[in-house]
């Protein structure tokens, strides 16, 4: 099973047979390498964690694309994008309590939440925002007409005899129940330059046999910064050696 990073937290897995896609979303920074619309096409299904902008910008344009595939969602997510012309028939609305079978995979949504963004991460993109106001007006607007409605999932996928718990961002849901033996922890490190202490209960808990990170990279700027992996990394080998770390190069697939 192979794991691709498309920047953000766009992520696709492939079994050899049946392609998922998570997220998908082709970043606004032209610096930085960005993958293409047409690299989202041909998979078998997409889901999403939640509406903010920066997890479903892009598939107004990828229905278009590709006018075969389904997309699981909440409700909001849903809503928001029926407004921006994407046919209803084209959604599974996903409950957080069912199982989900597409080839061999059997998903499972799992409630969670957002993470809070803390001020020392807003105090470092106050420059470049004063500076890129045309841009940061712009990210305001977009992320005022793509909520989220507190409707965060995460998802558990199975499939090859192995378990993956992918996060679009991170914060533990309280009544939620979240799976024991995770293969694959994919981890979004966006939001905060705390994200270790946030993340650290959760790793010594379900201790998952590797943790791959996404959603560090400079998006949407001005509002976004690319966040250092290597206070979550040097964490994660002090704690847990035995847990292999994987920080992800944009579309080169990693093998599970």
């Given amino acids: 099973m192979k794991i691709t990073w498309y920047g953000t937290a766009t992520i696709g897995i ?3 047979k049946t392609k998922l896609l998570f997220d998908p979303f082709v970043r606004m920074n032209k610096r930085i390498e960005t993958t293409l619309i ?4 041909g998979f078998d299904a997409v889901f999403i964690t ?4 920066d997890h479903i910008y892009s598939i107004p344009e990828l229905a278009e694309t590709d006018k075969s595939v389904p997309f699981y969602c909440t409700e909001t997510p849903k809503k928001t994008l029926m407004k ?8 599974r609305v996903i409950r957080p309590d069912e199982e989900i079978h597409i080839g061999d995979y059997t998903i499972r949504p799992r409630r969670f939440r957002h993470i809070v963004f803390d001020p020392v991460y807003i105090l470092t993109v106050v420059p470049k925002s004063i ?3 045309s841009k940061l007006f712009k990210v305001a607007y977009l992320n ?9 999932v995460a998802y558990e996928i199975e499939a090859e ?6 996060t679009g961002s991170f914060r533990e849901h309280p009544e939620e129940i979240y799976p024991e033996d995770i293969d694959l922890l994919i981890l979004a490190n966006g ?6 202490e946030k993340t650290k209960a959760f790793i010594d808990k379900y201790k998952p046999k590797k943790i791959f990170v996404d959603h560090f990279d400079d998006a949407f700027p001005p509002v976004t910064r690319e966040v250092s992996v290597e206070r979550l990394r040097k964490m994660t080998e002090k704690n847990h050696p035995e847990i292999e770390f994987i920080i992800p190069e944009v579309c080169k697939a990693v093998e599970l």
């Fill in 84 to 91: 921006e012309g994407v046919s209803e028939n084209r959604f």
């Fill in 144 to 152: 005022r007409k793509m909520p989220e409605g507190g409707e965060i």
């Fill in 161 to 166: 005899g192995k378990k993956i718990f992918l």
């Fill in 14 to 16: 492939d079994d050899g």
């Fill in 38 to 41: 047409e690299g989202f096409a």
């Fill in 50 to 53: 939640h509406g903010h902008f």
């Fill in 131 to 133: 500076m890129m106001l």
């Fill in 191 to 196: 939001g905060s330059v705390f994200v270790p």
